[in-house]
Nanobody, 123 residues
Framework: QVQLVESGGGLVQAGGSLRLSCAAS????????MGWFRQAPGKARQFVAG????????SYVDSVKGRFTISRDNAKNTVYLQMNSLKPEDTAVYYC????????????????WGKGTLVTVSE
């Protein structure tokens, strides 16, 4: 069993930055590809960024490329999402996800989800 706890959300003005963190319990963190997903009001949950088990490979949805950076620290059982140049359309609840032996994109199915952290970007 893996528990994921997100933090770092909040209210920020357009153009600002936030750093999300996701702390994972358990001793098998490095066995999981990790991802960030988001869900805006009235919309489906979408993939935002993913990182491989070693951290050597990352992927992003086109709308955040060049603005967001995903990283992980396997010694701290933590994955991060650095978000720069935020836009109002980035407003959503952001979820951390763990995919066993995957890339964090969820192609093999997400095994564990966090409860989410709200990011609100004002004009």
């Amino acid at each position: 069993q893996v528990q994921l706890v997100e933090s770092g959300g909040g209210l920020v003005q357009a153009g600002g930055s936030l750093r999300l963190s996701c702390a994972a319990s358990g001793h098998t963190f490095s066995s999981y590809g990790m991802g960030w997903f988001r869900q805006a009001p009235g919309k489906a949950r979408q993939f935002v960024a993913g990182i491989s088990r070693s951290g050597g490979s990352t992927s992003y949805v086109d709308s955040v490329k060049g603005r967001f950076t995903i990283s992980r620290d396997n010694a701290k059982n933590t994955v991060y999402l650095q978000m720069n140049s935020l836009k109002p359309e980035d407003t959503a609840v952001y979820y951390c996800a763990a995919e066993l032996k995957g890339t964090g994109r969820g192609l093999n199915g997400i095994d564990y989800w966090g409860k989410g952290t709200l990011v609100t970007v004002s004009e």
